[in-house]
């Protein structure tokens, strides 16, 4: 690829959500300069977008923003689909950033069955292009922090090995769930849930629908403008880094008996009881009399 690597960003369907995020790294012109930024939907660039549709742009590093329709979304009269296969073969890494280029996000509600992810079915999982599959790095979230994809872009600037998990994300960044981390954990462990949005103290799982226990993904490790997340600002983790996101019923945790009816990854169900009927027979004064303050 020569010392700097061409890169195209390339939209589909999307908010723009993720391209706008990584404008806000503080870091951000210091990471383009160790490459050759040949499109950008924002930045200004030596191609435009008349050049990317004429197929002519060089490329090495494909980054694919937004949902995929095959047919019926066209950028000065070529189907974008049709664009990205051909950058995509040409290109020596693809990523997709957003859960709308990985899996279809929010966009797949409207169409199902024409709107989807790069490379990933909308149900299955499953790879939809093994073409391209030995070249795929995925970004889920909604939007990506920009630091996991200049994390991504060094590495692979550096030609240093990514591992990466079972829907090719990397591990270093995804290979634990955004519960890891989070400073409502005590909370978590003896059921105290918060009583409401927006409160320092309580767990948001039980009463506000977090998804923080089934979710991969490093938000309470690398915090948004390095000082917060969701978690600690008082509002659940949607789930946005997994593919059934968006979710139904999004401040809800579907229960059975008061049990949840998905474990959190990892916890056998079995494991799960127990512990939860342990830490239900302890009432923690310290928990308590905090939450009274809040009904005060």
Known sequence: MGKKPKIIWL???TCNANAHSFLNHPNLFSILSHFSLQYHPVLETSYGLKDLSELKVPCDILIIEGAIREEGWKKNDIEVAQMIRHYATRASYIITVGTCATFGGIFKQKDPKKISGFCFDNDKKTFRYDLYKEKLISLPGCPIHPEWLSYL????QSKKKIPLDGMHRPRELYGYTVHNGCTRNEYFEWKVDTPGFGHKEGCLFYEQGCQAPYTHGSCNKILWNDVSSKTRIGTPCFGCTEPNFPKQNFFQTETNMGI??????GVPKRAYLMLAGVAKSFKIKRFSQTLLEYDE
């Open 260 to 265: 949840p009816a998905q474990m959190p990854l």
């Open 153 to 156: 872009l060094l590495m692979i």
């Open 11 to 13: 939209q589909s369907i």
